[in-house]
C-alpha cells in the first residue's frame, strides 16, 4: 500500500467519523412530534425574559443552549402582551420586540430546543396585578384584540413544524365557568388556525391550572397542568401568597389537617383526572412546576422526587419554573444550598441532577 493509499483510507476514515458525528448530533437536536392528543416527554424550563413589561429583556441564547446540554429540549415562554403593544395602544405592535421573540423560536431551532409561546398575560387576561381594564371572559373587544394578537404570532411562524413550535394561549385561567373558557378557547384557537391551520395549541386547565379542562374536548387542542399542590410546600413564605408567611415550616409527607400529601395522594388528586382527559384525546403536560426558596431544600428534594417520578410514570412532559431565579436551578439564592460555579452562576447540582434523572 503506497502512502498515497494510506492517506486517502486514513481520509476516508476521519471523514466518515464526522460524519457518523454530525449525524448522531443532529438526532440528539432531533425534536419529537407532538400532536394535541399525544404530547412527547418534554424536559424544560420557564424563561422569564418577557413575564413583565418592567423587566423586558432579550431571551438570553445560552439558556436554550444549557438546556439541551443538560439533555433536555423544552422552553415555555411566559409573557406579557404589554411588552410588544406600542405605547399602551393594545392593536398596535412593536416590531423590535417581536424580533427578540423571533431570536429565542431561532435558538430553540439551533439548539434543538422546542419553544412554547405563552400569554402569561394576554389582552383582557391575568393572575397578576394589576387586573386587566376589560376580560377576554366577557368583554367582545379584548376577546377581539386577544384574536389579534394570536393571529399576528400564527401568521408570523406559520411553516415553523409543531415539532419545534406550540402556542400556550391563556395562562391558569381562574374561575370561570366551562362553557365560559370553551367559547373563548374555540374563538381564539379559530383565529390561530385561519393562519396556521396546523399549529399546536396548548390549554392550561380552569382554577388556575388545576381543573382538568375537559370542556374543550373536541376542539383539538392539549392541556396543561400544574405541579405546585401543595402549595405550603411550594409557595411557603412567597410574598405575593397572602398569608404564606404564617404557614408552619413545611414537611414531606405533609399533613394538613386529617389529609396527608404524599405520592399516593398526589397521584390520586394531581394526576388521575388528567390522565381520564387524557383517555378522551387530550394531551397532557406539567406547563409550571417547582418551590420558592424558602422552603427546606431536603423538602423540595422529597416533594419533587415523587411528583417527578409520578409525571414520568404518566409519560408526561414538564417545564420548570424557572431556570435561573427564586424557584430555580441557578442563582436561586437558597440559604441552605451548596452552589456549584457554573460557567460564573450559581448552579444547583442536586436538583438539576433530579431533573435529569427523571
Known sequence: MTRRTVLAATAGVVAGIVAAGTQE???????????????????GFNLLEKFMVHDNRPFVEEDFAWIREWGMNYARLPMDYRCWIEGGDWRRFREPTLKEIDAAVAYGERHGVHICINFHRAPGHTVAQP?????????????????????????RYKGIPNSHLSFNL????????????????????????????????????????????????????????????????????????????????????????????????????????????????????VGEFGAYNRTPHRVVMAWLTDCLSLWNEAGWGWA???????FGVVDSGRADVTYEDWRGRKLDRALLDLLRRS
Not at 135 to 144: G, I, K, N, P, R
Not at 259 to 267: A, D, K, P, S, Y
Not at 320 to 326: E, T
Open 320 to 326: 420548570m419554573w424557572n431556570l435561573r431565579g427564586s
Open 131 to 155: 387586573p386587566e381594564a376589560k376580560s377576554v371572559w366577557t368583554d367582545a373587544e379584548a376577546l377581539e384584540v386577544c384574536c389579534l394578537h394570536w393571529s399576528t404570532f400564527a401568521r
Open 170 to 285: 391563556f395562562n391558569e385561567p381562574m374561575v370561570i365557568a366551562p362553557e365560559v373558557h370553551r367559547r373563548v378557547v374555540e374563538r381564539v384557537a379559530g383565529a390561530i388556525r385561519e393562519q396556521d391551520p396546523g399549529r399546536l395549541i396548548m390549554c392550561d386547565g380552569r382554577m388556575w391550572g388545576n381543573a382538568p379542562p375537559e370542556e374543550l374536548v373536541g376542539l383539538g387542542v392539549a392541556a396543561a397542568t400544574r405541579g405546585y399542590q401543595p402549595t405550603r410546600i411550594s409557595h411557603w413564605k412567597a410574598s405575593w401568597v397572602y398569608g404564606s408567611d404564617t404557614w408552619a415550616e413545611p414537611v414531606y409527607p405533609l399533613p394538613e389537617g386529617d389529609f396527608v400529601w404524599n405520592r399516593e395522594t398526589l397521584r390520586t388528586r394531581q394526576i388521575e383526572p388528567w390522565r381520564r382527559l387524557e383517555e378522551r384525546g387530550v394531551g397532557v403536560m
Open 25 to 43: 448530533a443532529e438526532a440528539q437536536r432531533r425534536l419529537p412530534e407532538p400532536t394535541a392528543a399525544n404530547l412527547p416527554p418534554w424536559r
